[in-house]
């Protein structure tokens, strides 16, 4: 046997054009020759050409149909040091996704098990080959006879415990993310598979707009994955990749279609392999005992959850961190469900909560549908209690499969989703049939936009998934919505109905863009885009279309005081009549803590701050009271809270939100309303903005002008490539900033010019740097303000819109640009310059053009200083007086509640001789502060 093999092997070498390729057919007679002596039944052999070094091995080596022995991975014989491919990432990416791997040169073969070296046997010296070219002779024979028998002897051991399935599917899910699906998208247009591509171009243009190639891959891997275990938990006897498409229900369509082209069609045999090799670990598994005893032993708590928890650790743990996406704390889901539970028998009259007759309820951002299984749980038990196990089928037949509904836009949690809640309405006696589905729906949820039909191969069910999805959003009335909505600061998802949605009184709901009945009047709105309030206002809209229900949401609790939120605080106490808050706390970008100074923690892991918000709207009722909690601790006190208590009206205290800021938190300014009545520092001068940010600050700033300009001047000289000019200078890379751009930019300056653009900067308070100040590496120059500050003699004040600290201390002054963290470091600074310089680079054609230097001050507080002292004051009288006041701590402690929400206040003496005296005293400041 080995004699034959060594004698082909030698053939195509003394050919001279073989390549490794040309060697496969040798290797594969080998095998089959090998098999057919040891009377090893059905062996099929699965070439699997590859145009990198990425993607499957070489060779799989299986049954046909379910059982995989292993995979071998060839180089050409003319690699006579396997020990570098052993330790290779190419290697150990195969070793640690498949169980069973052979690496060969063709004379030599080692055998990997789980990972680990086991055998290793040399039938031949390719150095004979080579130099003598003649066959060598046959060595160690009995000793292949063993590996291979080694080899052939393996079994995909049975998965007994859901953790080592979560594992052993999440490595084979990222090497079909990284090695299959990524590979078939990064080819040319024209090479890489059609299908895959075609799926890729109809999940951007109908559902994510922004959608890159890396997170389809992702996306689409995982939907695989999870369709497979979703087929797998209705399969009684065989499983595999074929049999998956025919369990997957007809009414979940988009699924189907995924799964007509894997099972049925014609997948590149890069997939098929990678997808056989999952099917096989599901094959091995009984799933469903694996669930229900994860289900049972955690007394009900969500298996589905907890496994895809394990699962993302191993599979991604960068989305694992991110998984405020997919994952809500169980505490946090039932309190909020608990207490819309009571809600609805105690403000709507409904006896069985959940489980009352067309109850319609809405998850809009439903993720793994973590809500919706919990509030069936919750009606299920209601049902039970009150009436009995008799009529519980048809109840989940009519009501929850009829009234309960959700949205989802990722793929992955799609999925997940419709198998959690086949499994737990079997958990509580309730089989779908295969004309049955949950309605969870894939769509976004801010697009109203009806689709054509799509008439992409196998993704004609887009289309029916979203008309089914617009008649919910825009024709069903909702009586529960709920969820954890996306925050994600400035949303991507903004289109001709958001805009509508939250600038406009859209059905009688106030648009988020006024207050009183007058334009919001804000500079740079932008947070009102973030897709919290987007969905906040999607309910709100629901409910007010429908005359009367309930919202129950834990979002970002940015909204609760920010001033930019002020008419949407106005707006959702106009369409509600009654608004709990329970201010959860946790901002760790507000750096807060519990008001005795110990920790407090969030009960997510991010650093954003989070509120539960229940808003209740009954029909022809005027009014709204707002009652507001703050729950401060550790997270697992926070949990304890959450899990033993359920809204309660004597648990929170009423609050008063007034005119002009409504806010939704306990403020203490009923004493000091009369500051209100003093002018903004934005209004006394009247040019200001946020400070410049670099976006890279270690690249641009730094301490010696020398040793930054070699750097810029290195930069610019450089011949690496994208990826290597961002490692060697270590620049992250930003969205919508290029750094091929910047270089080529930077190719027009000479060295002189380069030196030029470096610029002394504030950096932080006492702080001075130097900065390369241009717009090709600096991300917002904001010059429009800035060269009031390089063009003559100036001084600015530094302030900000808000403070989120504990200490009003956000006050400085410069007299040269600045960075935007100098003044405020838990939000943005803002530059106010004394003076304004003529703008060289202003182009408004009929404005009359300015020609020299003039004071950033509002003329009205000229007049009224004027007025008041019988004498106008300079400039930087006006400013020193406003640096004293500011300076004052009677002022900050005073105000303080102000103070950390808005641009600060300048109360004017009506006494001169008080005027000069603070002044001076400013002056004073400002001179030491400027280190002068």
């Not at 959690?420 to 976004?444: A, H, P």
């Not at 009184?505 to 334009?519: C, F, L, N, R, W």
């Not at 946020?690 to 641009?700: K, W």
Request: proline share 4%; glycine share 6%; charged share 25%.
């Amino acid at each position: 046997m080995l004699k034959e093999y060594l004698n082909a092997l030698q053939e195509t070498f003394n050919r001279g054009d073989a390549r490794e390729e040309s060697y496969y057919s040798q290797l594969e007679k080998l095998i089959l020759t090998y098999a057919e002596k040891y009377n090893i039944k059905n062996v099929d052999i699965t070439v699997l050409p590859k145009q990198t070094e990425a993607g499957n091995p070489d060779f799989r080596v299986w049954d046909g149909k379910n059982h995989i022995t292993g995979y071998i991975e060839a180089k050409a014989p003319t690699n006579l040091n396997l020990d570098a491919i052993q330790y290779s990432e190419q290697l150990k990416r195969y070793c640690t996704t498949f169980p069973n791997v052979i690496l060969t040169n063709f004379y030599e073969f080692r055998l990997f098990r789980d990972d680990q070296l086991i055998d290793t046997v040399q039938v031949g010296r390719p150095e004979i080959a080579q130099r003598l070219k003649t066959a060598p002779p046959p060595e160690h024979e009995e000793e292949f006879m063993k590996f291979m028998q080694t080899f052939f002897s393996f079994s995909l051991p049975k998965v007994h415990t859901a953790k080592t399935l979560a594992q052993e599917l999440a490595k084979r899910t990222r090497f079909l993310r990284d090695e299959v699906i990524g590979i078939e998208l990064k080819e040319k247009e024209g090479k890489g598979n059609k299908d895959i591509l075609g799926f890729y171009e109809a999940f951007r243009k109908y559902l994510i707009g922004t959608l890159s190639h890396e997170q389809f891959a992702d996306l689409y891997s995982q939907t695989i994955t999870y369709g497979l275990f979703a087929a797998r938990t209705r399969t009684v006897k065989d499983f595999n990749r074929q049999l998956a498409y025919q369990y997957i229900p007809h009414t979940i369509g988009i699924l189907r279609d995924v799964f007509r082209f894997i099972s049925l069609q014609d997948p590149p045999t890069e997939l098929k392999v990678i997808v056989d090799d999952i099917s096989e670990v599901l094959r091995v598994t009984d799933v469903k005992k694996i669930l229900r005893r994860f289900f049972h032993e955690g007394k009900g708590k969500d298996p589905i959850i907890h496994f895809y928890e394990t699962f993302l650790s191993e599979y991604d743990p960068k989305i694992r961190e991110r998984r405020g996406v997919y994952y809500t704390p169980e505490p946090v889901v039932q309190y909020i469900i608990h207490s819309l539970h009571k809600i609805l028998k105690k403000e709507f009259n409904l006896s069985d909560g959940f489980a009352s007759e067309n109850v319609t309820v809405l998850d809009p951002a439903a993720g793994t549908l973590t809500f919706p299984a919990e509030a069936i749980k919750i009606a299920v038990h209601e049902f039970d209690k009150k009436y009995g196990k008799g009529g519980l089928h048809s109840f989940i037949k009519n009501n929850i499969l009829k009234n309960f509904y959700a949205f989802e836009l990722m793929m992955a949690p799609y999925a997940i989703g419709h198998l959690k809640i086949g499994f737990l309405l079997e958990e509580l006696g309730y089989t779908m049939s295969d004309e049955e589905r949950f309605k969870l729906y894939l769509t976004n949820t801010l697009e109203m936009d009806e689709l054509d039909s799509v008439n992409i191969p196998g993704l004609s069910s887009l289309s029916e998934e979203n008309h089914l999805a617009n008649r919910v959003k825009q024709e069903i009335p909702i009586l529960v919505i709920m969820g954890n909505p996306p925050y994600s600061g400035i949303s991507s998802n903004t289109n001709e109905w958001t805009e509508k949605l939250l600038k406009t009184d859209i059905d009688g709901a106030q648009s988020y863009y006024e207050v009183d009945e007058k334009p919001l009047g804000e500079r740079n709105p932008k947070w009102l885009q973030d897709d919290y309030v987007k969905f906040l206002r999607f309910a709100q809209w629901k409910i007010q279309k429908a005359g009367h229900g309930v919202i129950g949401m834990i979002t970002n609790h940015s909204y609760l005081d920010n001033p930019t939120f002020r008419g949407m605080r106005q707006s959702l106490m106009k369409t509600f009549n009654k608004i709990f808050i329970l201010n959860l706390h946790g901002n760790s970008l507000k750096k807060e803590t519990a008001p005795d100074g110990s920790k407090d923690e969030n009960v997510f892991d991010i650093r954003q701050g989070v509120a539960i918000c229940f808003m209740i709207k009954h029909h022809d009722q005027k009014g709204c009271d707002v009652l507001y909690h703050d729950l401060y601790g550790e997270r697992n006190t926070k949990y304890g809270w959450l899990e033993e208590d359920k809204v309660e009206t004597y648990k929170y205290d009423e609050i008063l939100p007034k005119s002009p800021y409504y806010f939704f938190i306990k403020r203490h300014t009923q004493t000091i309303q009369h500051y209100l009545q003093w002018k903004k520092i934005s209004e006394i001068f009247p040019l200001n903005g946020v400070g410049m940010t670099t976006a890279r600050d270690s690249f641009v700033i730094d301490f010696d002008k020398n040793r930054l300009l070699q750097r810029i001047i290195r930069f610019k000289n450089s011949d690496l490539g994208d990826e290597n000019l961002h490692k060697f200078f270590k620049i992250r890379i930003k969205k919508g900033w290029d750094i091929r751009k910047a270089w080529k930019s930077l190719r027009n300056y000479n060295d002189s010019e380069i030196e030029s653009k470096i610029q002394e900067v504030n950096y932080r308070p006492f702080d001075k740097r130097f900065i390369f100040y241009d717009d090709s590496l600096v991300w917002r120059t904001v010059k429009k303000i800035m060269h009031n500050m390089l063009d003559g003699d100036n001084i600015a004040l530094i302030s900000a819109r808000s403070n989120k600290s504990n200490n009003m201390d956000h006050f400085f002054i410069t007299n040269t640009i600045m960075e935007t963290k100098c003044g405020e470091r838990t939000t943005q600074s803002a530059i106010l310059p004394l003076c304004i310089y003529p703008d060289s680079e202003s182009s408004h054609l009929f404005e009359k053009q300015q020609t020299e230097r003039q004071p950033n001050i509002a003329p009205e507080i000229f007049n009224m200083l004027r007025t008041a002292y019988g004498k106008e004051p300079s400039p930087e009288e006006i400013l020193y007086y406003i640096y004293g006041v500011f300076y004052s701590n009677e002022y900050r402690e005073k105000y303080a509640e102000f103070l950390k929400i808005d641009f600060p206040r300048v109360p004017f003496t009506s006494n001169l001789e008080l005027f000069k005296k603070i002044g001076e005293l400013g002056k004073q400041l400002v001179q030491l502060h400027l280190l002068e």
